[in-house]
C-alpha cells in the first residue's frame, strides 16, 4: 500500500530493554522524520534524515539512536528504554522541496514499564 | 521558520464556519503559510498551504492577509469531526515542523 507506515502500534517493553521502532514510506520521499509526543504536549523533534546515510539530531535525541540504510525506511532505536521515553512516536516524511508538506504515519504508542 | 501564535482554543456549532487565526508577523517573502491539524490520537494531517493569495480546497479556505502577518484558516460547513487541534506554520524547511500548542477547535452539535 502507498504511503507511510509505523510499526508497531502499540509496544509495551521494560526499562532497560532496547527496543526499535519502524517506519516505511512508498514515496522514495528524501525527508524522514522522527517526533515524540507526550500526553497533553505538542510534538518535539527526536531526529530527521535528508537522504539515506545522512542523520541529524532534532530536538530531543537524547537516548535515541536512527539510521536510514534506504531511502524508505527510517527505524528507531531505544537502546536502553528508560520511563520517560513512555510517549506516542510519530514518524513523517518529505519530497525535499524548500516549502514542502509533511506526511505523517499513524503513530506508536510505546509505554516502558 | 517564521513564529506563529494562535488562541489556544475555539468553539464552534456544527454546520457553521469556523474561521482560526494563526499571526505570523514574522514571516519571510518566501516562506508559505502552512496549516495541519491533528485529530486526536492520529498523526497529523496537513490541509492546504498559500504564499500570497487565498487557497481553497476540498477541505478548507485559507486566507492570508495583504501584508502577510496574518491568515485564518476557514472550515466552510464544520462538522463533529472537524475537533482537533490545528497547527499554523510560516514555512516549513523541508517539511521539517516545528509545533508550537495550536488552536484547540471543539464542534458542538
Known amino acids: 500500500d502507498a504511503g507511510i507506515t509505523q510499526s508497531p502500534r502499540y509496544k509495551i517493553t521494560e526499562t532497560g530493554r532496547q527496543v526499535t521502532l519502524m517506519c516505511h514510506q512508498t514515496?522514495?520521499?528524501?525527508?524522514m522524520f522522527w517526533y515524540r509526543q507526550d500526553l497533553g504536549h505538542g510534538l518535539r523533534l527526536i531526529y530527521y534524515?535528508?537522504?539515506?546515510?545522512?542523520?541529524d539530531k532534532g530536538e530531543v535525541p537524547d537516548g535515541y539512536v536512527v539510521s536510514r540504510s534506504k531511502t524508505e525506511n527510517f527505524p528507531l532505536t531505544l537502546e536502553s528504554a528508560t520511563r520517560s521515553q513512555t510517549s506516542v512516536y510519530f514518524c513523517?516524511?518529505?519530497?525535499?522541496?524548500?516549502?514542502?508538506?509533511?506526511?505523517f504515519g499513524q503513530g506508536t504508542r510505546l509505554t516502558v514499564v | 521558520d517564521a513564529k506563529t501564535t494562535q488562541p489556544p482554543s475555539m468553539d464552534c456549532a456544527e454546520g457553521r464556519a469556523a474561521n482560526l487565526p494563526c499571526n505570523h508577523s514574522?514571516?519571510?517573502?518566501?516562506?508559505?503559510v502552512y496549516w495541519y491539524r491533528q485529530i486526536h490520537s492520529q498523526g497529523p494531517q496537513y490541509i492546504i498551504h498559500?504564499?500570497?493569495n487565498n487557497e481553497t480546497n476540498e477541505m478548507a479556505s485559507l486566507i492570508i492577509t495583504e501584508d502577510r502577518k496574518s491568515s485564518t484558516l476557514i472550515l466552510p460547513h464544520a462538522t463533529l469531526r472537524d475537533t482537533a487541534v490545528y497547527y499554523c506554520?510560516?514555512?516549513?524547511?523541508?517539511?521539517?515542523?516545528?509545533f508550537g500548542q495550536g488552536t484547540i477547535l471543539t464542534v458542538h452539535p
Open positions: 513523517a516524511s518529505s519530497d525535499g522541496h524548500l516549502n514542502t508538506e509533511a506526511f
Open positions: 514515496w522514495s520521499h528524501s525527508y
Open positions: 534524515s535528508a537522504a539515506a546515510d545522512i542523520t
Open positions: 514574522t514571516i519571510s517573502g518566501n516562506e508559505y
Open positions: 498559500g504564499l500570497k
Open positions: 506554520f510560516g514555512g516549513t524547511s523541508y517539511g521539517k515542523l516545528t
